[in-house]
C-alpha cells in the first residue's frame, strides 16, 4: 500500500468515527428523554393511584356536596387532591392523554374551590390559572387567612 492510500484510510477511519461517535451521542440523548418521560409517566401513575387509593377509603371526602359545611377533613382531603393534581400536572401536563385526568381531579373539589378556603399563594401560578380556568367560580384564601 503506497502512502497515500493509507493517509486516505486513515481520514476515512476518522471521518467514520466521528459520525460513530455523533449517533451515539443522538441515541443516548433520545434515550435519555424517552427514560426521563417513562419515569415521568410512571411517577404520575403513582400519584393517581394513592390519590384513588384515598377516594375509596374515605368516600365520604371524595367531593363536598354543595351547601356541606367545610370541616377539617374535607379540607384536608380537598388539600391533597389539588396538591397531586399540581404535581401529576407538571409532571404530565402537556400530553393530552392526561389532560381529563387532571382536569376531573380539580372539578371533583369545585365546591371546595368555590369557597375561599385553597391557599392559592402556595401553588405555582400557571396551575392556579389551569384551576381557574377549569373552576371558573374559583375563589383564593387572602393571604394569611387560618380558615
Not at 502512502?3 to 460513530?20: E, K
Not at 410512571?42 to 394513592?50: D, V
Not at 367545610?70 to 399540581?86: E, G, K, V
Not at 392559592?120 to 374559583?138: G, M, S, T
Amino acid at each position: 500500500m503506497t502512502t497515500s492510500r493509507l493517509d486516505r484510510l486513515a481520514q476515512i477511519a476518522t471521518i467514520l468515527g466521528a459520525v460513530v461517535t455523533a449517533a451515539s451521542v443522538v441515541f443516548g440523548v433520545l434515550t435519555f428523554r424517552r427514560t426521563a418521560n417513562e419515569q415521568r409517566q410512571s411517577m404520575a401513575l403513582g400519584l393517581l393511584q394513592e390519590y384513588l387509593k384515598l377516594s375509596v377509603e374515605h368516600p365520604d371526602l371524595a367531593s363536598l356536596e354543595s351547601g356541606e359545611p367545610l370541616d377539617i377533613r374535607h379540607a384536608w382531603f380537598a388539600t391533597n387532591a389539588i396538591f397531586t393534581s399540581q404535581a401529576v400536572w407538571k409532571m404530565v401536563g402537556s400530553d393530552p392523554r392526561w389532560e381529563r385526568i387532571i382536569r376531573a381531579m380539580v372539578r371533583d373539589h369545585e365546591n371546595y374551590l368555590q369557597r375561599g378556603a385553597l391557599a392559592c399563594e402556595e401553588y405555582d401560578p400557571e396551575f392556579i390559572k389551569y384551576v381557574a380556568k377549569n373552576v371558573p367560580a374559583l375563589k383564593c384564601a387572602e393571604s394569611g387567612d387560618l380558615r
